[in-house]
């Protein structure tokens, strides 16, 4: 049998593991979605575009 703030402890790690995978896919998605937005605004072509988003996660 386990100990009950063990299973609290569990959830809570569950909580944050999906809390964090969301916002990852939420960080991957959003230049998807305003790319040819940000190709008009600043004119530049897409693979511009993907440049910055892939350089977001190395600064």
């Known amino acids: 049998m386990t100990h009950p ?9 569950r909580r944050i ?10 960080h991957r998605t959003a230049p998807a979605a305003v790319a040819s937005d940000l190709t008009h605004a600043f004119w530049t ?7 910055l988003a892939a350089m977001y996660y190395y600064v």
Do not use: D
């Not at 703030?5 to 790690?13: E, I, S, T, V």
């Not at 593991?17 to 939420?26: D, G, H, K, T």
């Not at 072509?45 to 440049?51: D, E, I, L, Q, W």
């Open 5 to 13: 703030g063990c299973a609290r402890f569990n959830a809570l790690r």
């Open 17 to 26: 593991l999906a809390v964090s995978y969301m916002l990852a896919f939420l």
């Open 45 to 51: 072509t897409g693979a511009a575009v993907a440049s």
